[in-house]
């Protein structure tokens, strides 16, 4: 079976379908993982424990064996099979999500949300080497952006789920609830999903086209292989990166603190049900969120086209944009004033995602990618998803909390977001040399 020079410059629809499988299973991680956001409130009265307690449950509890796992994974995705690794991984993940109804206590709740960060810790980066192999770089922003939406849509749907779970039912059947369906995916990712070589799409660009070796065909030829200490030292080599990855942390530093606990802000401050809380989040995240991933990836790919560095210069602009909008949300008195600035600062704030991941890995050579993935992975969530919602605990309890009561949440979610910023500096800084590097990657 032979492929036409046109085709081999444009995705199949096996690769969109693969694409569509993988943003789904990443949209079920999100669900599973954000889930906890709209249950602070419940699990913190019925356990008896801190604020400080539950940004850490929300935050390091998942994201630190999350993000060491994740790498020795990357690991074996560079040189096994991925699709074995993601089934394993929603298998992990969903099941360990189910079984947080059945804790009897915090610790035991702490442990559980462990193991689901281990089990999703084998999700992104495997996918992000898929992904890469199946489109082109011309057209992989636009992918990855597709993909990165699954953390919208999957949020959105959480607190969905979440408000609705907690009016008829309780915490416990809510964890139950979500996470089960993710058993169904794993079963379709194995058998369904098929591997292709590393590199392939790059060789597709050119115009080769290996019989051989089609979309729908295992590879059979053996990968080049990378120490990781030989990853570390490339990528330590290539300042885009480094400072895309800062860059990335202190966005999702803000990002994660202002969505894992905007629910308990609503309710604390604009005494919002569940319910409400539910439906203006969910609806916002994923109609915003999603919007603002698309149009990052699109226009990263429409401008980049011309010039590489504005796969890097969007993102700046984005980022201190969205910081206005961020003080209204959380200072303004008027609850729908409030709202409404919600939505042009999350669309914002999500722009970055698509072409952040596009970026690392252009500059990364094929064998590397999972890996490099996982890295970038380790410092954002290290630092965005484990101090985010641990500063916003820690803000509430020790410093504006004796002075403000339960209005604390909201210069906690100021100091937080205003923080995000600074961004916008490393954003710019990161442009400077991705022209050259882009083209050595």
């Known amino acids: 079976m032979s492929i036409s020079s046109t085709q081999a410059r444009q995705p199949g629809a096996y690769a969109w379908y693969v694409l569509s499988l993988l943003s789904i299973t990443y949209i079920f991680n999100f669900i599973d993982r954000q889930i906890l956001a709209m249950l602070i409130e419940p699990i913190k009265q019925e356990?008896?424990?801190?604020?400080?307690?539950?940004?850490?449950?929300?935050?390091?509890?998942?994201?630190?064996?999350?993000?060491?796992?994740?790498?020795?994974?990357?690991?074996?995705?560079?040189?096994?099979?991925r699709k074995v690794i993601i089934t394993l991984a929603v298998t992990i993940w969903s099941g360990m999500t189910a079984a947080c109804g059945l804790a009897r206590n915090f610790a035991e709740l702490a442990l559980l949300r462990v193991l689901v960060g281990v089990g999703e810790a084998g999700g992104s980066p495997p996918s992000h080497s898929l992904i890469s192999d199946y489109f082109p770089p011309k057209k992989r922003a636009t992918a990855l952006s597709m993909y990165a939406a699954g953390v919208y849509i999957g949020s959105a749907l959480a607190f969905l789920a979440g408000g609705y779970l907690l009016k008829n039912y309780d915490w416990r059947m809510a964890f139950f609830i979500v996470g089960l369906p993710g058993l169904i995916l794993a079963v379709l990712v194995g058998l369904t999903v098929k591997e292709v070589p590393r590199?392939?799409?790059?060789?597709?660009?050119?115009?080769?086209?290996?019989?051989?070796?089609?979309?729908?065909?295992?590879?059979?030829?053996?990968?080049?292989?990378?120490?990781?200490?030989?990853?570390?030292?490339?990528?330590?080599?290539?300042?885009?990166?480094?400072?895309?990855?800062?860059?990335?942390?202190?966005?999702?530093?803000?990002?994660?603190?202002?969505?894992?606990?905007?629910?308990?802000?609503?309710?604390?401050?604009?005494?919002?049900?569940?319910?409400e809380i539910g439906l203006h989040l969910g609806w916002t995240i994923g109609i915003a969120g999603c919007l603002g991933a698309w149009l990052g990836g699109h226009l990263a790919d429409r401008?980049?086209?011309?010039?590489?560095?504005?796969?890097?210069?969007?993102?700046?602009?984005?980022?201190?944009?969205?910081?206005?909008?961020?003080?209204?949300?959380?200072?303004?008195?008027?609850?729908?004033?409030?709202?409404?600035?919600?939505?042009?600062?999350?669309?914002?704030?999500?722009?970055?995602?698509?072409?952040?991941?596009?970026?690392?890995?252009?500059?990364?050579?094929?064998?590397?990618?999972?890996?490099?993935?996982?890295?970038?992975?380790?410092?954002?969530?290290?630092?965005?998803?484990?101090?985010?919602?641990?500063?916003?605990?820690?803000?509430?309890?020790?410093?504006?909390?004796?002075?403000?009561?339960?209005?604390?949440?909201?210069?906690?979610?100021?100091?937080?977001?205003?923080?995000?910023?600074?961004?916008?500096?490393?954003?710019?800084?990161?442009?400077?040399?991705?022209?050259?590097?882009?083209?050595?990657?």
């Open 199 to 275: 590199g392939y799409s790059e060789r597709r660009e050119c115009g080769e086209h290996p019989s051989e070796t089609p979309p729908s065909v295992p590879a059979t030829s053996p990968a080049p292989q990378a120490t990781l200490a030989e990853v570390l030292a490339f990528l330590r080599s290539r300042r885009a990166f480094v400072f895309v990855a800062f860059a990335s942390s202190v966005q999702s530093l803000a990002g994660y603190a202002i969505l894992t606990w905007g629910p308990a802000f609503l309710g604390r401050v604009h005494h919002m049900s569940f319910v």
């Open 303 to 441: 401008f980049g086209a011309r010039d590489t560095r504005w796969y890097m210069r969007l993102p700046a602009m984005q980022s201190i944009t969205a910081v206005p909008f961020l003080v209204g949300f959380v200072l303004l008195q008027d609850k729908q004033q409030a709202l409404l600035c919600f939505i042009p600062f999350y669309t914002l704030g999500a722009m970055y995602v698509g072409p952040m991941f596009s970026v690392v890995q252009g500059v990364t050579p094929p064998h590397m990618r999972a890996t490099a993935a996982a890295i970038l992975l380790f410092v954002v969530n290290m630092i965005g998803s484990g101090l985010g919602p641990l500063s916003i605990g820690l803000l509430n309890d020790h410093v504006f909390g004796p002075i403000y009561g339960a209005e604390a949440i909201r210069y906690s979610m100021l100091v937080m977001g205003l923080l995000g910023g600074f961004a916008s500096l490393l954003f710019w800084q990161a442009a400077k040399s991705l022209r050259e590097e882009m083209a050595m990657g």
């Open 47 to 81: 356990f008896g424990v801190s604020d400080t307690a539950m940004g850490f449950l929300s935050g390091f509890a998942f994201v630190f064996f999350y993000t060491i796992v994740g790498i020795p994974i990357a690991r074996w995705a560079d040189r096994g099979s």
